[in-house]
């Protein structure tokens, strides 16, 4: 009998370990509840380039480039550059330093285009002036150009220097040198060594010096209206 009832509490203990292992399971799976998958990013969106965009990046549409500047002249050092005075120069009246006016005889050209017009302002000045009996009785006068003016700028220039010498009656002459070097010579136009147009000798091709010279009480002068041909010394660029 004691076998027995030992037997069949076990039977009851089994029984409800059996009974409660469900609800041992259904507590497992409230604590540990299963995860949704992971959803993907959502795709970014488009974006439309506007018509100003597509038309910026479309090369054919791309803006013309504004035309280059037109280039400058380059006037070569040696032209001739032809003046006609504005005013009368006197070796006893004008003094070393003193500016003196002309005006463009003839329109300087460059590759057959006009790079200066006819009529432009040129200025100079007295670089040497001795009256008559200052240095052994000779009377001096030279002259040479420092500025043109263009279109309304102004360009220094550099060229060379004209001269002109009273030794006495019957001996004037009148030179155009730059850096020392005789360019023209001009003898008097009358013998007995009276008042008249003097005539240019034309040294080296072209650019013949062409002028007028006259003495005036033993002194030298530049009538007004003298034509002049000066050298350009140094090349200048000059705007269009």
């Known amino acids: 009998m004691f076998l027995l009832a030992g037997c069949g509490k076990s039977d009851n203990n089994a029984n409800q370990m059996a009974a409660n292992t469900p609800n041992a399971n259904s507590a497992a799976n409230q604590a540990a509840p299963a995860q949704a998958p992971a959803q993907a990013p959502a795709p970014a969106p488009v974006q439309v380039p506007s018509q100003a965009q597509a038309d910026a990046a479309n090369p054919a549409n791309a ?15 040696g032209k001739s550059i032809p003046v006609f005075l504005s005013s009368q120069l006197d070796s006893r009246v004008n003094k070393v330093g003193e500016e003196f006016q002309a005006t463009l005889a003839a329109p300087i050209m460059v590759n057959d285009e006009e790079a200066i017009p006819k009529g432009a302002t040129v200025r100079g000045v007295i670089v040497d002036a001795k009256k008559q009996g200052a240095i052994k009785g000779e009377a001096n006068l030279a002259i040479r150009l420092n500025t043109l003016t263009v279109r309304g700028k102004d360009y220094a220039i550099s060229t060379s220097t004209y001269a002109g010498t009273e030794k006495g ?48 009480g033993q002194n030298v002068v530049f009538p007004a209206e003298t034509r002049i041909t000066f050298k350009l010394s140094k090349a200048i660029t000059v705007d269009r």
């Open 169 to 216: 009656k019957g001996k004037r002459s009148a030179i155009m040198t730059g850096g020392g070097a005789a360019a023209g010579a001009l003898i008097g136009g009358l013998a007995g060594g009276g008042k008249g147009a003097a005539i240019g000798a034309g040294v080296g091709g072209g650019g013949g010096l062409a002028a007028s010279a006259g003495t005036g």
């Open 63 to 77: 803006p013309t480039p504004p035309p280059e500047p037109p280039q400058p002249f380059e006037i070569a050092a």
